[in-house]
Each structure stands twice: as structure tokens, then as C-alpha cells.
């Protein structure tokens, strides 16, 4: 079994800044690349940003780009989302992800945590 633990999630005001992180833990495995979803209420879960395990490329949605940076901790088996100048539309439950070897599929998720942005 793999337990992806995210943890780092809050109450912050627009403009502010969080740093989650997750923790892969249990059986181990080679995944092509990790990443982060979130949800809002009554929305569909959505992609965020992707590290590619081997290498360390990153990908992330239009909407956080140049505010939010994904990074991973290879030794710690740990990846990181620094999010800065927050907005409301932040809002959601983050949940970390983990691919399977082919990097097709996100076969491993985390229970999520929850980001709160005030104006």
C-alpha cells in the first residue's frame, strides 16, 4: 500500500502565501511524476501542477502559473506546492497525486487538504 500524506493547508488572506506538502509513505514504487488537483465546491476536480519525478520538469494550469511552484524532495520521497499572491478562486481541497510507471494514469491520491483564500 502507498499513502500519500498532504498536509500545509489553511485559512489565508488573498495575496497570501501557503507551502503544502505531501509525503509518500508505505510500499514503494517508481512513478513517472507526481502532482497536485484541487476541487471547489460544486466544481470538477482540476489539474494543478505535475513534477516529473525523473528529471524534474514541471507543468502547471494557466491559472497558477507564475504564482505557484511545484518541487519535490527526492531523499524525503516528499513534493512540495509553494502558492503565493493567493486569490479566492484558490479555494478548494488540494489532494497530492501520484502516477503509475507510464505516467498515463494517477493511480495514487492523497486525502486531500483544504486551502481557504479570504478577501
Known amino acids: 500500500q502507498v499513502q500519500l500524506d498532504e498536509s500545509g493547508g489553511g485559512l489565508v488572506q488573498a495575496g497570501g502565501s501557503l507551502r503544502l506538502s505531501c509525503a509518500a509513505s508505505?510500499?514503494?514504487?517508481?512513478?513517472?511524476?507526481m502532482g497536485w488537483f484541487r476541487q471547489a465546491p460544486g466544481k470538477e476536480r482540476e489539474f494543478v501542477a505535475t513534477?516529473?519525478?525523473?528529471?524534474?520538469?514541471?507543468y502547471y494550469t494557466e491559472s497558477v502559473k507564475g504564482r505557484f511552484t511545484i518541487s519535490r524532495d527526492v531523499d524525503k520521497n516528499t513534493i512540495y506546492l509553494q502558492m503565493n499572491s493567493l486569490k479566492p478562486e484558490d479555494t478548494a481541497v488540494y489532494y497530492c497525486?501520484?502516477?503509475?510507471?507510464?505516467?498515463?494514469?494517477?493511480?495514487?491520491w492523497g486525502q486531500g487538504t483544504q486551502v481557504t483564500v479570504s478577501s
Open positions: 513534477i516529473v519525478w525523473n528529471g524534474g520538469n514541471t
Open positions: 497525486t501520484a502516477t503509475g510507471v507510464t505516467g498515463r494514469n494517477y493511480d495514487y
Open positions: 508505505g510500499r514503494t514504487f517508481n512513478s513517472y511524476a
